[in-house]
Every structure is written in structure tokens, then in C-alpha cells.
């Protein structure tokens, strides 16, 4: 039980010596240990104070407007489905089946847009920037955000004016580059139009020929057989014609909407800026009180290590 007793006291005793020199050590060097720790803060506070420069963030928050399909020919028509009906062995097709759309950028390319080297040369050659799109890119961040969907571009830049400057003017140029592509969408589908209807009134053309053709060639008079006859080929001639005579009257009333859906996109913005960027007041970088707070735990730390290296060093060189 002694034994124990005595152990216990020894190894209590060399805990309680081992405190003691830690706090030695630290009040032998606490002049050392301050004095690295104030400079290091000394050195950060110089640093972010005089020698970095501020910079500023400013941001343009954007989306889509979102607009509705337009509808402007309602009136249902039926020709060309590659459907036979049984009973009078007609194709059709109704209005709804040739449908055209807005071309539209979806929103969640505006990011990579924004980036890309096209808007951010315009905005250099616009603003008479004396940067290349490398250097104009690293300032520029652009993301989705995932809970509101809005598009939100920052600028980040030594002078505060100059970062809101380029934030609304790439809003700006995005801006013109969706209207553009979306001009170019639209003047594509008037040519696919033209086309079709082209081929469309061709075919109209044909069929009414051949109706005309048949009636000269052929005559009703006759049997009644023939009469039934002549009368069945030319109710197919006659519904042909008015098929081929309804496709070109859709296609122009398609036409027609498209020209309406064109008006409504130039009149239009396709990029809707929620918030303008502004002149920031406060630099984002540097973060000085926080660069202060970690110069001095940094310089705490490595002056504590360096003295208890000190004296590890000294000691062993006495004992060998």
C-alpha cells in the first residue's frame, strides 16, 4: 500500500516539475514570445494597411422574364397527319401539330455566357479596357443560384466604379448576344417556312391541274357505272385540292404568327436585370482585422515552438 502510495506521489511530483519548467520556459522567453507575436501583427497590419490594395466587389443580378407561349391562330384546321381515315381515306392534321416557338437561351447557360472570351472581348473593346479576356476573366465570378434560380455576376476590381461599370455593361452585352440569337432562331424558321410553303403552293398548283386535266379529259356522260366512276375520281381530285389548298393556308397563318412572335421579341428585353450593379463602398479584400487576428495566433504559436526549441537544443547541448 506504501509502494502505491509512493508511486502515485513520484509520478504526481514529475507532472507537477514538468508544469513548472513549461512555465518557466514561458516566462523566461515571455519577453521573446511577445515580441514575435507583435510583429508578426505589426508586419500583417503594414501589409493590409499600406501595401495591398483594396479591392471591390460589385454584382448584377439577373434572370429570364419567362414568356408564355404565345397563342395567335386558334382556329383548328386538318391536313397532312400520316394517319388514313377510314371512312373517307383523308389525312389530317390539326393546327396544333405545327407548332412554332420563341428560340429562347435558358437561363442556366447565362453563366457560362457571361465567361465566355465573345461578351468579355466586347466589353474590353467597349470600355477601352487595356486588359486581354485572360486577365478580364480571373476578376469575374458568374453562377446560377440554386435556391432562386437568378443569375448573379460579380466583378471584383481596384476601383469601385470601374467593377460596377463592367458588371452592367456585361449585362448589357449578354443581353444583345440572346437577342441576337434569338433573331438568328427566328430568321432560320422563317426560312424553313418559306420553304415549305413554297412546296406547299407547288403542290396546290398540281392538284389543281390535275383536277382541271381530268375534266377535260373525261366526261361524265355515259353508263351509270362510268358516271359513279367519273364522279368518285373527281371527289378525290377535289378533296386532294382542298387538302393541298388547306397546308398552304396554314403555313401562312403560321407565317403570320411568326411575324407577330418577331415584333414581340425586338420589342422585348430577353434578359431582365433584377438589381443593376452599384458603386461599392467597403473593399471585400483585404480582410484586415481577421488578417491582424491570424498574424497573431500564427505568431504566437511559431515564437511558443521556437522558444521551447531554444531551450530542447540548449539542454541537450549541456548534458552532451
Known amino acids: 500500500m506504501d509502494r502505491n502510495?509512493?508511486?502515485?506521489?513520484?509520478?504526481?511530483?514529475?507532472?507537477?516539475?514538468?508544469?513548472?519548467?513549461?512555465?518557466n520556459v514561458l516566462k523566461k522567453w515571455r519577453k521573446t514570445i511577445v515580441g514575435v507575436t507583435i510583429g508578426a501583427m505589426?508586419?500583417?497590419?503594414?501589409?493590409?494597411?499600406?501595401?495591398?490594395?483594396?479591392?471591390?466587389?460589385?454584382?448584377?443580378?439577373?434572370?429570364?422574364?419567362?414568356?408564355?407561349?404565345?397563342a395567335v391562330y386558334e382556329n383548328e384546321k386538318y391536313?397532312?397527319?400520316e394517319e388514313e381515315n377510314v371512312e373517307d381515306d383523308i389525312r389530317k392534321i390539326q393546327d396544333r401539330a405545327v407548332e412554332l416557338y420563341i428560340p429562347q437561351?435558358?437561363?442556366?447557360?447565362y453563366p457560362e455566357i457571361a465567361c465566355s472570351s465573345y461578351i468579355l472581348n466586347k466589353v474590353i473593346d467597349r470600355l477601352?479596357?487595356?486588359?486581354?479576356?485572360?486577365?478580364?476573366?480571373?476578376?469575374?465570378?458568374?453562377?446560377?443560384?440554386?435556391?432562386s434560380g437568378f443569375v448573379v455576376i460579380k466583378v471584383q476590381d481596384n476601383d469601385p466604379k470601374q467593377a460596377a461599370l463592367i458588371a452592367n455593361t456585361i449585362a448589357e452585352e449578354l443581353s444583345l448576344y440572346v437577342k441576337g440569337k434569338e433573331a438568328e432562331g427566328?430568321?432560320?424558321?422563317?426560312?424553313v417556312l418559306d420553304k415549305q410553303l413554297?412546296?406547299?403552293?407547288?403542290?396546290?398548283?398540281?392538284?389543281?391541274?390535275?383536277?382541271?386535266d381530268y375534266k377535260i379529259n373525261n366526261s361524265s356522260s355515259g353508263t351509270r357505272a362510268e358516271e359513279i366512276t367519273y364522279e368518285l375520281d373527281e371527289q378525290k381530285l377535289l378533296a386532294e385540292m382542298e387538302r393541298k389548298k388547306d397546308a398552304v393556308d396554314l403555313l401562312e397563318a403560321k407565317k403570320m404568327e411568326l411575324k407577330i412572335k418577331e415584333a414581340f421579341v425586338k420589342d422585348q428585353e430577353r434578359v431582365l436585370v433584377l438589381s443593376p450593379a452599384v458603386v461599392p463602398e467597403e473593399p471585400?479584400?483585404?480582410?484586415?482585422?481577421?488578417?491582424?487576428a491570424i498574424a497573431g495566433v500564427l505568431g504566437l504559436m511559431v515564437s511558443i515552438f521556437g522558444v521551447f526549441l531554444a531551450e530542447y537544443l540548449r539542454e541537450d547541448g549541456e548534458n552532451a
Open 5 to 23: 502510495e509512493n508511486y502515485q506521489n513520484n509520478e504526481y511530483d514529475y507532472e507537477e516539475i514538468d508544469l513548472k519548467e513549461i512555465f
Open 42 to 70: 505589426l508586419l500583417s497590419g503594414i501589409i493590409s494597411w499600406f501595401i495591398m490594395k483594396p479591392v471591390y466587389e460589385a454584382k448584377v443580378v439577373l434572370t429570364s422574364p419567362g414568356y408564355r407561349q404565345m
Open 79 to 81: 391536313i397532312l397527319r
Open 105 to 109: 437561351i435558358s437561363v442556366s447557360q
Open 128 to 147: 477601352n479596357l487595356d486588359w486581354t479576356y485572360h486577365q478580364l476573366s480571373e476578376k469575374i465570378t458568374a453562377e446560377k443560384d440554386k435556391d
Open 186 to 191: 427566328m430568321k432560320q424558321s422563317f426560312n
Open 198 to 212: 413554297e412546296a406547299a403552293r407547288q403542290e396546290l398548283d398540281q392538284a389543281v391541274k390535275q383536277l382541271k
Open 284 to 292: 471585400v479584400k483585404p480582410k484586415k482585422m481577421l488578417n491582424l
